[in-house]
């Protein structure tokens, strides 16, 4: 029988002090952990980036870029900000640890190091690590699979990538937060992967619907939803999901909602969706050209579908770029 290999976990350890650097290793890679060392804090910066450890361990007073400074900008940026780490201190004063806290630090040592501690909290952290990156990984197949079910479909190739970055533009048009727009993007990528539980002969098929096959393609926001509810970290994206077939006047589907009941979220996927879905190709049409899309969209503002503010909104991005 084949042993699995285990993954050896990568730590950072970023001091200014050449023997702080070789005391922290000599404690830890004995216990199996591949050691990469910086010596002052723009090289933690680089490595952090090129080298994608699991922990940082980080001095503060260091001369140049201090260690508060480097955990402010690992912890804001997209690539870095789920790396746990540990702020080292010789400092003691309660304004420096809440220092510490405001730019993001996950945990605290104080010098001199004891290494029963030292140990304690690299486990600790190093356990958080691992079950975040194992609902990350959870997350992409996820994503993987709502593309991979698009590109089977000529005619559905790139919608979701096109409404996800049509959506992303019009949150950042009407002002919502970078977080609600990173929200509605993902669930742009994802609005549309119920459909795996829907028949392909319905969803390629090129003459009109029976009732009894339109009832099951309205089924695909509430089953997409249902795909991605196991997953915690999908808790924003999935009312989007469930709702972007509602319509403004309570007459969509699945749950009848209207007006400011439905998520914002939802309301601008839907406006995208539209758009889309009239200057794509479909089995049963050809693509709409963009002006007769806008005039369409014009038409349907007062009709109860969408809200008229988003599609006033959406057709005047449209018509900047």
Do not use: W
């Not at 090289?43 to 508060?68: C, K, R, T």
């Not at 004063?93 to 909290?121: Q, T």
């Not at 459909?195 to 089953?223: C, F, M, Q």
């Not at 005039?295 to 900047?320: C, T, Y």
Request: proline content about 5%; some cysteine; aromatic content about 4%.
């Amino acid at each position: 029988m084949v042993e699995e290999k285990k993954t050896r976990h990568k730590i950072l350890l970023v001091d200014d002090n050449a023997a702080n650097v070789d005391l922290l290793e000599a404690y830890l890679e004995p216990s199996g952990y591949d050691i990469i060392k910086a010596y002052d804090g723009l090289e933690g910066l680089s490595l952090a980036h090129d080298e994608n450890p699991d922990l940082i361990l980080l001095d503060v007073m260091m001369p140049g870029l201090d260690g508060y400074e480097v955990c402010k900008r690992l912890k804001d940026d997209e690539k870095t900000r789920l790396v746990p780490i540990v702020i080292i201190t010789a400092l003691s004063d309660l304004d420096d640890k809440i220092k510490g806290l405001d730019v993001g630090a996950d945990d605290f040592l104080s010098k001199p190091i004891v290494r029963p501690e030292l140990m304690a909290r690299v486990r600790s952290l190093l356990r958080i690590k691992t079950l975040h990156d194992d609902l990350d990984s959870s997350e992409n197949i996820i994503f993987t699979l709502a593309l991979a079910l698009e590109a089977k479909d000529p005619y559905t190739r790139g919608h979701s990538e096109r409404v996800a970055a049509l959506a992303l533009s019009l949150a950042r048009k009407t002002g919502l937060s970078t977080e609600t727009q990173k929200i509605v993007h993902k669930a742009g990528i994802l609005h549309d992967i119920g459909k795996i539980g829907v028949r392909e002969a319905i969803l390629n098929k090129v003459s009109n619907l029976s009732n009894d096959e339109y009832n099951e393609i309205t089924k695909h926001p509430a089953i997409g939803a249902n795909i991605c509810e196991p997953l915690k970290s999908l808790a924003d994206i999935i009312p989007i999901i469930r709702h972007h077939h509602e319509r403004y006047d309570g007459k969509g589907h699945p749950d009848g909602l209207s007006n400011d009941d439905i998520p914002i979220g939802a309301m601008i996927i839907a406006t995208a969706d539209t758009y889309d879905a009239m200057t794509s190709a479909r089995p049963y049409r050809s693509a709409m050209s963009k002006e007769t899309a806008f005039s369409i969209m014009e038409d349907e503002k007062n009709s109860g579908q969408l809200p008229p503010f988003l599609v006033d909104a959406f057709l005047e991005m449209m018509r900047e770029e």
